[in-house]
């Protein structure tokens, strides 16, 4: 009897670890792949002069102004944001600077500065969207390509929505 004991609990022991492993959050992101995806993420990546994020205000603004970072956080441009209505807002990057500048393709980062009426700050929500292409293990965190960016599968907020 002790024997029977020992194995299931052996057993049960091997199935937590096979949960736990990297490569199960990788299985059960896949079904992930070809779905149109929405994730919380200030990065987005610069490819053939082309970069999208969304952002969300959860009230109108009197202003707002974006500005795009490189990746050791220099910032490259900085405009009026498109728009300064309450939702969701997009705004496309053509990857060049304030000078006019073409900027190589890589991993850049959106800031919101954006104000009430009366002054006060409004903090956006910023996501980037498109179709998830791949999933790989990156130092222990399941990583999905969504686009032509990476983000945590924990930042996903949406599968399948438009």
Known sequence: MTGVQQQLLSNQLLQQLVNASPASGVSSAVSLIGQQVTATSATANLSNGSASWTYNLPSAASSAT?????????????????S??????????????????QLPDGTYTLSVAATDSSGGAITPTLSVSGTASSVQNVNGTTM???????????????????
Do not use: K, M
Request: charged letters at 0%; aromatic letters at 8%; glycine letters at 14%.
């Open 84 to 101: 300064f209505a309450a939702g969701a807002n997009t705004f496309s990057w053509n990857g060049q600077s304030n000078s006019g500048v």
């Open 144 to 162: 999905v390509t969504v686009g032509s960016s990476q983000v945590p599968v924990s930042a996903i907020t949406d599968v399948g929505g438009s």
């Open 66 to 82: 974006v500005s795009v970072a490189n990746s050791t956080g220099q910032v490259v441009y900085t405009g009026t944001a498109p």
